[in-house]
């Protein structure tokens, strides 16, 4: 059976190997996109034709403001990977007392795609692109 010293030593060990296998510097976690403005995919507002100045979305940050519900403070996490999560929520917003949006960024700060759940109204996915991206 294997002692407390031997397995501390172990540790040690496989620790030393990987800082010289991997230069001594661990990669660092992408940092998330921090400035955007994305347009709903044709044009179509995020919470209906009810809400006309919804279209647009815009990141700075870690504020986010869409349209005529005002900026909030978002919840945004870089993956490892190519996108970033996005949690956000506006309280009330226009006649609708909350809306919340679960969406992800693929990057770079190319597509906002994710789901809004307006209280009182049906949820549904939307997709905006950055036309900054897309030239």
Do not use: H
Request: proline share 7%; glycine share 8%.
């Amino acid at each position: 059976m294997a002692g407390a010293g031997s397995r501390s030593a172990l540790l040690a060990a496989t620790v030393a190997v990987l800082l010289v296998t991997t230069g001594g510097v661990a990669e660092s976690c992408r940092e998330a996109c921090s400035s955007a403005r994305f347009i709903e995919y044709e044009n179509v507002p995020l919470l209906g034709a009810d809400f006309p100045g919804t279209s647009v979305i815009t990141l700075q940050g870690t504020q986010i403001t869409l349209g005529e519900c005002g900026t909030v403070t978002a919840r945004i996490r870089p993956a490892r990977r190519y996108f970033s999560l996005v949690k956000a929520k506006w309280a009330p917003c226009g006649p609708v007392p909350r809306v919340k949006i679960k969406a992800t960024i693929y990057e770079p700060c190319q597509f906002f795609v994710g789901v809004v759940r307006p209280t009182g109204l049906r949820a549904w996915k939307f997709r905006a692109e950055n036309p900054d991206r897309l030239r």
